[in-house]
Structures are given as structure tokens and as C-alpha cells.
Nanobody, 130 residues
Framework: QVQLVESGGGLVQPGGSLTVSCTASGRTVDAYAMGWFRQAPGKEREFVAA????????SYVDSVEGRFTISRDNARNTVYLQISSLKPEDTAVYYC???????????????????????WGQGTQVTVSS
């Protein structure tokens, strides 16, 4: 099973930008479709972004479309979430997740449901405040 470690969170002013990273170990990330989720205090975990195993397809929740960009660098075993135009409502713990997708038919699929993922990181806090 792959192990995931997020990094790059922090305190950012509204309108600012940040990149959070998710580095995998144990297995190579190129066998996995990847996703980012977030959980704000008192709220349920929600889907943020996903990228297919091939990297050719992405999906975003409407509230972050145009502001967030998910990408992957399989050579570095790392997935990134670039966040711009940050808003206070983006404050949350951001979690990386991996879904094993070795079947060739799953190469271009993206997954938006938390129950679809096999492995999770411990999360990184992103706080948007002036």
C-alpha cells in the first residue's frame, strides 16, 4: 500500500497563493489515480480536485474551478495542488488520496468520491486570514 505525506500548508492572506504537495512512498504513484480533499472545522470532508493516472484528465469542485490546479510528477512520485486567489472559506485541512488504478481501462478515469480511494495522507493545514 502506498504511503502519502502532504506538505506545504500554512497561513496565507486572502488573495494569496500556495502550493501543497503530496509525496508517495512504498509504491510508485504512477499506478494510482490521485485526489485532493479538504475538511474545514465542523464540516464534512469534501472533494476538491482529482487527476487521472495518465494525468490527462482532471476534475474540480465548482467552488475552486479556475483557482486550483492539480498536477502530478510521476518521476518525483509527487502530486501538487496549486491554489490561487485564496479565500477565507478555503481554510481547511487538505488531504491527499490515492486509488490504485492498474487496469488499463482506468488509465483516464478520475474519482470524486472519498469512499473510492484506498490510501490517505495525514493532511496539511491551510489557513486563509489577514
Amino acid at each position: 500500500q502506498v504511503q502519502l505525506v502532504e506538505s506545504g500548508g500554512g497561513l496565507v492572506q486572502p488573495g494569496g497563493s500556495l502550493t501543497v504537495s503530496c509525496t508517495a512512498s512504498g509504491r510508485t504513484v504512477d499506478a494510482y489515480a490521485m485526489g485532493w480533499f479538504r475538511q474545514a472545522p465542523g464540516k464534512e470532508r469534501e472533494f476538491v480536485a482529482a487527476i487521472s493516472r495518465s494525468g490527462g484528465r482532471t476534475s474540480y469542485v465548482d467552488s475552486v474551478e479556475g483557482r486550483f490546479t492539480i498536477s502530478r510528477d510521476n518521476a518525483r512520485n509527487t502530486v501538487y495542488l496549486q491554489i490561487s486567489s485564496l479565500k477565507p472559506e478555503d481554510t481547511a485541512v487538505y488531504y491527499c488520496a490515492a486509488k490504485r488504478a492498474i487496469n488499463i481501462a482506468r488509465l483516464t478515469l478520475v474519482y470524486t468520491g472519498s469512499s473510492e480511494y484506498d490510501s490517505w495522507g495525514q493532511g496539511t493545514q491551510v489557513t486563509v486570514s489577514s
